[in-house]
């Protein structure tokens, strides 16, 4: 038989290993942030357009390349940070592995404007899936330029995979804050179709976390600081009651360069133990500097994990600064932070004088009073109660009508879900009662037996359709505030909010203000108390970064369900008979009100078959 093996192609290799490298326009980002500052800059700006889809420009003022350089750099295994194979243990570059832009030119349009301080004119080098198409002189200021344009344009079904532009600004933003975040020193600025989204000065570590993740996150800060023989740590840890539902805000940089320890993160929460409640996550931002030869770099291509030689010893340091820290700066353990969000004021209200407003307040407001007009429970409250009695099994008609009775995880014996389940035929009135039992579930007597639901999951559905409809429709009603509020949030924050304007706006919210870090509301949906208006943005805004949806569909969906669940009433809230009628009523008023908007089962239903069986 035939030699088969061949040689591949030097632009067939580089596509490979782009696969590797280049997952998407974020990773573009990194490798270019890295090699300005691995060329010395000091002042490094970072433009995009369309999520990096059309566009990644990076210019920054290192070194700058020669001519001859500017060529090799886009070979692969081209790189003037290593030498030989021993240099691989004592690494103090970000890049080393000489692929990224022999990579990028293989999937993309690169255009590359360098020129280095001694020289009187730069280079210029266009190229294409990894072809040279022209190398000219040009006059450019020190340093390098490099933009590459339409990613994956030669590999369809890799931009075919790629996400939103939403999504991949997101990924984008990330590695913008991982590197800006290793390098306090340097200067970064980034632009996102033509806006400017980040400028960070020269600073010190605290203004830099401060500078990227808004001016709140000052006060959270608790520093940590340890030198041993091994490791030296310095950075922040934020205080326990700022954790948050996301893990958003976790970083470790290894000797500058950002990196992923599940480990190293369980020695963090660890120190927290006791200190936070389950499901919530501290944020830290920790700078270890170790021995470069204690560490191997080189497992991975895009160099986010990384080995240490003693990973326990640096555990158990790591875990016993914090803690140390944590102590000294008396943070006391509070096992629950849940606190009355209407004892608080949690916006700039302490610094105004206190006036006392001449207005009517309504302090019988009560969302289920059947006189409430809010958005809440709206149009079905004004029902008489005969007629609520009825809409008991309004959603209950419909399905049995589908025949397909869908309520998943509720048990039923050998009851059909019929419209008159309800109907015991005598007087309704007498049939109406319900009790709340350990301030969480309600009770109520059926035809057959008797239903049990949860109030807070019950709740939550009606607010979730009643907010849905808000979004589509457009019709929410706002309330305006007497003052208008103003909060505060980080730049990544804000592009969540700026995101979400047009909808937030449907459900009731009136921005007067939307500036660079914080917005100013001057109206609120109606079934919204001002008090709560932070904490309902702060869960929307984690409910975002938890979940970044992938259309305008699923993005109005959450919005609906992070609002629902924020607001919806709580476990151990007492409530009213006639609070209690209401969320029934209003409950089976509902398209779905088997499940929530998470597919929890609302209610369950007993049948007096099975509570006789109980008794034989
Ligand atoms: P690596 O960073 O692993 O060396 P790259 O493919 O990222 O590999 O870059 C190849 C080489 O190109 C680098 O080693 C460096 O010499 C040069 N280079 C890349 N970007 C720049 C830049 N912004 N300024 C100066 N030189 C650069
Ligand atoms: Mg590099």
Not at 26 to 55: C, H, M, P, R
Not at 167 to 195: C, T, W, Y
Not at 356 to 369: G, T
Not at 503 to 527: C, H, N, R, Y
């Amino acid at each position: 038989m035939a030699d088969i093996i061949q040689l591949l192609p030097d632009h067939v290799a580089n596509q490979i290993a782009a696969g590797e490298v280049i997952q998407r326009p974020a990773s573009v980002v990194k490798e270019l942030l890295e090699n300005s500052i691995d060329a010395g800059a000091n002042q490094i700006k970072l433009i995009i357009k369309d999520g990096g889809k059309t566009l990644i420009h990076v210019i920054d003022n290192g070194a700058g390349m020669s001519g001859t350089d500017a060529r090799l750099s886009f070979e692969r295994h081209a790189t003037s940070k290593i030498k030989s194979a021993k240099d691989l243990f004592q690494i103090n570059t970000k890049g080393f592995r000489g692929e990224a832009l022999a990579s990028i030119a293989a999937i993309s349009h690169v255009e590359l404007k360098t020129k280095q301080e001694k020289d009187e004119v730069g280079n210029s080098l266009i190229i294409e899936g990894s072809k040279v198409i022209s190398q000219n002189v040009v006059v450019t200021p020190i340093g390098t330029s490099i933009s590459v344009k339409n990613l994956f344009y030669n590999i369809p079904a890799r931009r075919n995979f790629l996400k939103s532009d939403q999504v991949e600004i997101r990924h984008i933003i990330d590695e913008f804050h991982r590197v800006a975040l290793a390098h306090p020193k340097i200067s970064f600025s980034m632009f996102q179709n033509g806006s400017e989204v980040f400028s960070l000065s020269e600073s010190n570590y605290r203004q830099r976390v401060v500078n990227i993740f808004g001016t709140k996150m000052n006060e959270k800060l608790v520093p940590v600081e340890e030198t041993t023989e091994v490791i030296q740590i310095s950075g922040f840890v934020c205080k326990p009651e700022y954790s948050k539902k996301t893990r958003g805000e976790q970083f470790f940089f290894v000797n500058d360069r950002f990196i992923k320890s599940p480990y190293l993160n369980h020695a963090v929460i660890s120190a927290f133990e006791g200190l936070i409640k389950e499901g919530r996550f501290p944020s830290y931002f920790l700078k270890l500097t170790v021995n470069p030869k204690s560490i191997d770099i080189n497992i991975h291509p895009t160099k986010t994990e990384i080995k240490f030689d003693d990973e326990h010893t640096l555990y158990a340091i790591l875990r016993s600064s914090i803690k140390h820290s944590l102590g000294q700066f008396n943070i006391a353990p509070v096992l629950d932070f849940e606190h009355d969000s209407n004892l608080e004021t949690p916006y700039n209200y302490k610094d105004k004088n206190v006036t006392s407003p001449n207005l009517e307040v309504d302090k019988s407001f009560n969302p289920f009073k059947s006189d409430f007009k809010g958005s809440t429970i709206t149009g079905r409250d004004k029902k008489e109660s005969s007629q609520n009695w009825e809409s008991l099994y309004v959603g209950l008609e419909s399905k049995a009508n589908n025949n397909e009775p869908d309520f998943s995880g509720v048990q039923f014996e050998s009851d059909e879900i019929t419209p008159d389940m309800f109907k015991d035929g005598k007087d309704l009135h007498q049939t109406t009662t319900t009790y709340q039992l350990h301030h969480k579930y309600i009770v109520s007597t059926i035809k057959s037996g008797m239903l049990i639901l949860d109030q807070h999951r019950a709740h939550q559905r009606i607010l979730y359709e009643d907010f849905l409809k808000n979004l589509t429709m457009k019709e929410a009603t706002s309330q305006q505030l007497l003052f208008p509020l103003v909060l505060n949030y980080s730049n990544s924050e804000m592009e969540f909010i700026k995101q979400l304007k047009e909808q937030l706006e449907s459900t009731g919210f009136v921005f007067s203000k939307i500036g660079a870090d914080m917005i100013e509301i001057k109206g609120v949906p109606i079934s919204i108390n001002e008090s709560e208006v932070s904490i309902i943005i702060d869960q929307i805004i984690a409910d975002f970064q938890n979940e970044v949806p992938e259309n305008s569909f699923s993005q109005t969906d959450l919005l609906a369900k992070s609002m629902a669940k924020s607001l919806a009433i709580k476990t151990g809230q007492h409530l009213s008979t006639l609070e209690q009628e209401h969320l029934v009523n209003s409950l089976f008023a509902c398209k779905e009100p088997s499940v929530t908007p998470n597919n929890k089962p609302i209610f369950i239903i007993m049948s007096v078959d099975e509570l006789d069986r109980k008794f034989m």
